[in-house]
Each structure stands twice: as structure tokens, then as C-alpha cells.
């Protein structure tokens, strides 16, 4: 789907003070450091090398010889050309500008016509994995926690399909506080007795049950920015699905979702009506953005200490000081 881009919304942002933000935080060049869905894992192709804004900077991602995900930040420590305009040559990453080279683990392995390379002549890597139908990169040196998870079910139990739903003018946790807000789950969504039975909150997951004579559902939210959720109806059906999105820059993110349905009942169905099962899903999943959408881009949003909560935004105040206490950091090449 064609997306616009952070450049092109760049004079609209700038029209409304901290779109897209908290309300009266000024950015501090940190991000919660956490999974981050970059791409769909189908569009990553041995050989090439790909360019995405991440962090308020720039990152690349290809392959390595192994066809294994190298998540990396994009400009060359020589004069900043973005590496995402080279090639891949030896199996490294060759700069446009004046063809250094670096290796899969960052380090400088050739510049030409020299002999000795610099120490400080290095790009730096990101953690990154493959799952779920997508390349995800960590914001930190070392991931805090495993890779999101579907409550109730292993990925092996799953068929599924991933996603990309663009780039947004919001903070991903901004969107992702719906978990929490059970209010918001009634009024917009239409969702009868949302309200939980337990909500609990660890140091990098939430875990939230509801259960009513409508459905029970099991749902969690992994770094602040990535909902999993298994809810079940009377009738014996399932709804499977994951969503969330990357950090791109302050007030923008990078949107994705995961729809999935148990393998045992695609090998049932055969794979044309599984797939048009899969298909619906997709298009409830848009409705429930196309819901929270119109919303979401015109929000002045008000964090802890600011928002007016009743008793009933319990877990919604609690989460904002969740995110007060969140680790957060800088991009490595800031």
C-alpha cells in the first residue's frame, strides 16, 4: 500500500505542537527499548539492502550468507553517506560514496587503496530476529525479553499472515494504551463488558484476562508497543491476532499486525477457505484501526499527571507510570 512518508508530513507536524506526542514532553533522543517490527520478512531479498527511518535516524537491513536478518545503523563513520544506497559485495555492505566495506558484525573489513582501518571505522548492530512473517530489531545492545508471543498457542499451532499498515503520525504506545483502557473498548469499538478480571503488570509485559458471557479474552502487551491477543466466543470460534508498531522518530511509528487462526482448523477448512478466513481477519483489523484512526491523529495526548482519570481509568493511570519507569535509550549512532 503506498504510505506517506515522515518527510513529506514533516511542515504538517509542525502545524500542531507535539502531534503525534504527550502533550508538553519535549522529545529527549531516547526510545523504550524494545521489539521493534521493521518489515515484512517477504520483502527482505537476499542481496539487497534496505533503508528505514528507526529512532529518529536511519537503519539497514539485509541478509547475511546465511539468509539470517543484519539490522544496522545506515550511515558510513566516514562522511554519513546512507549505506542503504550501496551494494552487497563479498557479503558486505558497500558504501556508495567510497566503497568501504563493512562486515555483518559492523566492524570495517576493507577501505580502499589503505592497509590500516581505524578502529573507529564501524557501524553498529541492532539485535534482530525473524518471526512471525517480519524482521523486528531491539533497541538496546541486548534484548530485555524474548520475542512476542500468542497467549494460549505456539507459533507452530498457527497458521498466520503479517501486515504493514504504514507509517502513523503517533507514538506506537500511544495506540497501544487501548489495552488498558477498557472505557475506549466499549465507546469506540462496541465491545460489551470489557472490563477485566486481572490486569497485570511485569517489568517489560502486561497480561490482561476478561472474561463475560460474550467472550473471554487473553491479552498482552510486549514493550509498551506490541498487543497479542486469543479471544474466544460462545459458539467455539477464535479471534488470533498481534499488532503493534516500530519507533521511527518522535510522534511516528511504524504500524503491523499479525492475523492467525489454529493450524488444526485451516487443515479442516482447505487452503482456499482458510486463506478467505484469513482474508476477513485482515478486514477486521482495519476496521479497528479505521475506528481509532480518525481519533488518534487529532489527540492532544495528556500523560501521568496530566489526564483527568476517574476510578474507572485505574489500569489506564497505571500504565502511563509504567511508561514513566520504562528503560528507554538513544540510537547507537547518536
Given at each position: 500500500m503506498s504510505v506517506t512518508t515522515v518527510d513529506e508530513q514533516?511542515?504538517?507536524?509542525?502545524?500542531?505542537?507535539?502531534?503525534?506526542?504527550?502533550?508538553?514532553?519535549?522529545?529527549?533522543?531516547?526510545?523504550?527499548?524494545?521489539?521493534?517490527?521493521?518489515?515484512?520478512?517477504?520483502?527482505?531479498?537476499?542481496?539487497?539492502?534496505?533503508?528505514?527511518?528507526?529512532?529518529?535516524?536511519?537503519?539497514?537491513?539485509?541478509?547475511?550468507?546465511?539468509?539470517?536478518?543484519?539490522?544496522?545503523?545506515?550511515?558510513?563513520?566516514?562522511?554519513?553517506?546512507?549505506?542503504?544506497?550501496?551494494?552487497?559485495?563479498?557479503?558486505?555492505?558497500?558504501?556508495?560514496?567510497?566503497?568501504?566495506?563493512?562486515?555483518?558484525?559492523?566492524?570495517?573489513?576493507?577501505?580502499?587503496?589503505?592497509?590500516?582501518?581505524?578502529?573507529?571505522?564501524?557501524?553498529?548492530?541492532?539485535?534482530?530476529?525473524?518471526?512471525?512473517?517480519?524482521?523486528?530489531?531491539?533497541?538496546?545492545?541486548?534484548?530485555?525479553?524474548?520475542?512476542?508471543?500468542?497467549?494460549?498457542?505456539?507459533?507452530?499451532?498457527?497458521?498466520?499472515?503479517?501486515?504493514?499498515?504504514?507509517?502513523?503520525?503517533?507514538?506506537?504506545?500511544?495506540?497501544?494504551?487501548?489495552?488498558?483502557?477498557?472505557?475506549?473498548l466499549s465507546t469506540v469499538h462496541g465491545i460489551p463488558d470489557p472490563n477485566p478480571v486481572s490486569v497485570v503488570f511485569e517489568?517489560?509485559?502486561?497480561?490482561?484476562?476478561?472474561?463475560?458471557?460474550?467472550?473471554?479474552?487473553?491479552?498482552?502487551?510486549?514493550?509498551?508497543?506490541?498487543?497479542?491477543?486469543?479471544?474466544?466466543?460462545?459458539?467455539?470460534?477464535?479471534?488470533?491476532?498481534?499488532?503493534?508498531?516500530?519507533?521511527?522518530?518522535?510522534?511516528?511509528?511504524?504500524?503491523?499486525?499479525?492475523?492467525?487462526?489454529?493450524?488444526?482448523?485451516?487443515?479442516?477448512?482447505?487452503?482456499?477457505?482458510?486463506?478467505?478466513?484469513?482474508?476477513?481477519?485482515?478486514?477486521?483489523?482495519?476496521?479497528?484501526?479505521?475506528?481509532?484512526?480518525?481519533?488518534?491523529?487529532?489527540?492532544?495526548?495528556?500523560?501521568?499527571?496530566?489526564?483527568?482519570?476517574?476510578?474507572?481509568?485505574?489500569?489506564?493511570?497505571?500504565?502511563?507510570?509504567?511508561?514513566?519507569?520504562?528503560?528507554?535509550?538513544?540510537?547507537?549512532?547518536?
Amino acid at each position: 500500500m503506498s504510505v506517506t512518508t515522515v518527510d513529506e508530513q514533516a511542515n504538517a507536524s509542525r502545524q500542531r505542537p507535539f502531534a503525534g506526542q504527550e502533550y508538553g514532553r519535549v522529545p529527549d533522543g531516547t526510545y523504550l527499548k524494545n521489539w521493534n517490527p521493521i518489515m515484512l520478512a517477504s520483502e527482505l531479498v537476499q542481496g539487497k539492502i534496505v533503508g528505514k527511518d528507526f529512532l529518529g535516524t536511519r537503519i539497514i537491513v539485509y541478509r547475511n550468507e546465511q539468509g539470517e536478518p543484519v539490522v544496522q545503523s545506515a550511515y558510513c563513520p566516514h562522511v554519513g553517506a546512507d549505506l542503504s544506497g550501496g551494494e552487497i559485495v563479498d557479503g558486505k555492505v558497500r558504501c556508495p560514496y567510497h566503497h568501504w566495506k563493512f562486515a555483518a558484525d559492523g566492524r570495517c573489513a576493507e577501505i580502499p587503496g589503505e592497509t590500516i582501518i581505524p578502529g573507529a571505522a564501524r557501524i553498529y548492530n541492532y539485535p534482530a530476529a525473524e518471526r512471525w512473517g517480519m524482521i523486528w530489531a531491539f533497541n538496546g545492545e541486548e534484548p530485555l525479553y524474548p520475542l512476542p508471543e500468542m497467549p494460549n498457542l505456539r507459533e507452530d499451532e498457527l497458521v498466520y499472515r503479517a501486515f504493514h499498515r504504514g507509517q502513523r503520525e503517533i507514538e506506537g504506545w500511544i495506540g497501544s494504551s487501548n489495552l488498558v483502557d477498557f472505557q475506549h473498548l466499549s465507546t469506540v469499538h462496541g465491545i460489551p463488558d470489557p472490563n477485566p478480571v486481572s490486569v497485570v503488570f511485569e517489568d517489560y509485559l502486561i497480561t490482561v484476562r476478561q472474561e463475560s458471557v460474550t467472550r473471554i479474552a487473553d491479552t498482552q502487551l510486549w514493550g509498551a508497543t506490541w498487543l497479542t491477543a486469543h479471544m474466544q466466543f460462545p459458539n467455539g470460534s477464535e479471534r488470533l491476532f498481534m499488532a503493534g508498531s516500530s519507533q521511527v522518530a518522535p510522534g511516528w511509528s511504524d504500524a503491523f499486525f499479525v492475523v492467525a487462526m489454529r493450524r488444526s482448523d485451516a487443515e479442516k477448512m482447505g487452503d482456499q477457505a482458510a486463506q478467505e478466513e484469513l482474508d476477513n481477519r485482515i478486514a477486521y483489523m482495519h476496521k479497528l484501526y479505521a475506528e481509532d484512526e480518525p481519533i488518534l491523529f487529532k489527540l492532544r495526548f495528556r500523560g501521568y499527571g496530566k489526564s483527568a482519570l476517574l476510578r474507572a481509568d485505574k489500569y489506564f493511570g497505571q500504565f502511563l507510570q509504567y511508561l514513566e519507569k520504562y528503560p528507554r535509550s538513544a540510537p547507537f549512532d547518536v
